[in-house]
Nanobody, 130 residues
Framework: QVQLVESGGGMAQPGGSLTLSCTVS??????MTWVRQAPGKGPEWVSG????????YSRESVKGRFTISSDNAKNTVYLQMNDLKPEGTALYYC?????????????????????????WGQGTQVTVSS
């Protein structure tokens, strides 16, 4: 069964850290991404990693604070989030894009739907508040 299950969300204070995990079932060695959606806002691509775990991409606002990684032996993708900010409060989704991350067809602004991603999980909530 092809499935993505996120975990690791919770509450953190500004400046705190959380590590999200995405357990992958039914496939391996695909480019993977993390996408978040804040209340009342559209989805926002956060980070991506290539299928070999060698190349990483992140949106500008999280560079230096968030790190995406993968362990193909464990079929897990991680998002280490440090120095969290209140604007990081969102539902975080692990998603498999339809296109490779370095493809001109991969649109980082695209919504989390079937046109751009072919699998995503149920999400894990991250709340950053003092």
């Amino acid at each position: 069964q092809v499935q993505l299950v996120e975990s690791g969300g919770g509450m953190a204070q500004p400046g705190g850290s959380l590590t999200l995990s995405c357990t992958v079932s039914g496939f391996n060695r695909y480019d993977m991404t993390w996408v978040r959606q804040a209340p009342g806002k559209g989805p926002e691509w956060v980070s991506g990693i290539d299928r070999n775990g060698d190349v990483r991409y992140s949106r500008e606002s999280v560079k230096g604070r968030f790190t995406i990684s993968s362990d193909n032996a464990k079929n897990t993708v991680y998002l280490q989030m440090n120095d969290l900010k209140p604007e990081g409060t969102a539902l975080y989704y692990c998603a498999r894009p339809k296109y490779k991350l370095n493809s001109p067809y991969f649109d980082r602004r695209a919504p989390l739907d079937g046109d751009n991603y072919d699998i995503w999980g149920q999400g894990t909530q991250v709340t950053v508040s003092s």
